[in-house]
């Protein structure tokens, strides 16, 4: 499966971002998805995942209650959708593909090239 990450971009502290993760080459019900992150100097971190089914998801404790994480599997997308941002957010997002939601990105098998979102201060 190839990942597509796109929505990423400048917004303002307090403000929403929604970025888009899209999938070709083999369909997205197939496969848990996650949302991983990377700021300049620092080490990649999870953000969240949702399972196969879209009944469990999971969340990084940095952004608990203020992102949202889904799936359109008629669509081949998962989404995730990020309010009250903050210049911490600031990073690479990545999108992956693997068999279960889980926070350890050795569980995924499938990347996306990532799409940077900044949010200034």
């Known amino acids: 499966v190839q990942l597509q990450a796109s929505g990423g971009g400048l917004v303002q502290a307090g403000g929403s971002l929604r970025v888009s993760c899209a999938a070709s080459g083999r369909t997205l019900r197939y496969y848990a998805m996650g949302w991983f992150r990377q700021a300049p100097g620092k080490e990649r971190e999870f953000v969240a995942a949702?399972?196969?089914?879209?009944?469990?998801?999971i969340y990084g404790d940095s952004v608990k209650g203020r992102f949202t994480i889904s799936r359109d599997n008629a669509e081949n997308t998962v989404y995730l959708q990020m309010n009250s941002l903050k210049p911490e957010d600031t990073g690479v997002y990545y999108c992956?593909?693997?068999?279960?939601?889980?926070?350890?990105?050795?569980?995924?098998?499938?990347w996306g090239q990532g799409t940077l979102v900044t949010v200034s201060s």
């Open positions: 949702i399972s196969r089914g879209g009944t469990t998801r």
């Open positions: 992956a593909a693997g068999t279960y939601a889980v926070a350890d990105s050795t569980g995924y098998d499938y």
